[in-house]
């Protein structure tokens, strides 16, 4: 699962960098009309810095696993769940598939703000799963004898 997660994130920053070196879409006024298109260029992009986090997470959380031999719990699940949303849609967007790219762009402002609301719901939950995964460590266990 690490390998799996792993190799689709270097996709997505391969993706990435594509989409960002491309110009934006031909779409020159978005659906709801007070938007903008670098609006929503930029909302994206928010969506986007949201989502590498919660990969890096994710991450963590399963070599947290793997390390401590224990099971995830319903938090990691759920953080696991909501990223993975987030994240295919994030992959559709910068892999510009079968014109979905499109659609999302003419589904105005609303869309990429509730997708970072999943991906930053996601982020917290996996950042809280990530710390109450970590071991107890002490500094006094840290420290030498004395």
Known sequence: MLVLISALLIVTIELTEDFLERGWPRLHRPADGWASSEGLRLLWMVVGGLVFP???LLLLNL????????SASPVLILGAILIAIGWSVYLILVSQIGGLEEYFQNLGTTFPLAVSAIVLLADLLLLIAFLSAMPDVSLRQLLPPG
């Not at 070599?63 to 224990?70: F, H, I, K, Q």
């Open 54 to 56: 919660g990969i890096v």
């Open 63 to 70: 070599a947290l696993l793997v390390w401590r031999d224990t």
